[in-house]
């Protein structure tokens, strides 16, 4: 359990060294014929969306409860809406500011783990589908060039759901042997890359 929670260490101080060797490249992909697969590797080669889908899993952990099926569930929920209106053109190649909204989004979901904020379930809910609505549409703007839109859709959904699972899981152990100091400090972590990834906008 200690090798665990010292790897999880390393990986969340790393994201901000990881991310400082420039901007994360996530909406770049050549995706003329893509599929599934294009769909499963956008958000895990892209690390805006890696880093942000893996907090949402530990700021749910750390809620406890239902938010720990709610948060995630409604990341997914409203990430898919915002992709079906990026594919529909709404919103023209992409919502205002939809980059410095995702980087603020890792900025924000790291500063709520670092400050173990507690919400109504319905009101957390609420705060990580505005930031999805914007990973969504980032990953819908791309869509119309894929061969199958459906199966790229289903793969990005997919992988979102897994990181959330890796993260909420991260979270749960981490919690499970009283570790809240380290649980923050992943937090912190993660803030420093929205912070990164904001002024490499």
Known sequence: ???????????????????AAGPAEAHLLGLRGAGFVAGFGHPLLGLDHLIAMFAV???A??????????????FVVAMTAGGALGMLGIGGSGLPYVEIGIAASVLLLGV???????????????VVAVFALL????????????ASPVAYAAGFVLATSLIHAVGLF???VIRGVGEGALLR?????VAASGLVLLAAV
């Open 57 to 59: 899993g530990l700021w």
């Open 61 to 74: 952990a750390q809620q406890g409860g239902r938010a720990q099926w709610a948060v995630p569930f409604g």
């Open 112 to 126: 709520l783990v670092l400050g173990r904020a507690v919400m109504p379930v319905a009101v957390g809910t609420a």
């Open 185 to 189: 400090l992943a937090g912190g972590a």
């Open 1 to 19: 359990m200690n090798k665990f929670l010292g790897l999880s260490l390393a990986i969340a101080l790393a994201l901000p060294a990881v991310l």
């Open 170 to 172: 991260t979270g749960r």
């Open 135 to 146: 990973h969504g549409h980032a990953h819908g703007t791309e869509l119309p060039l894929a």
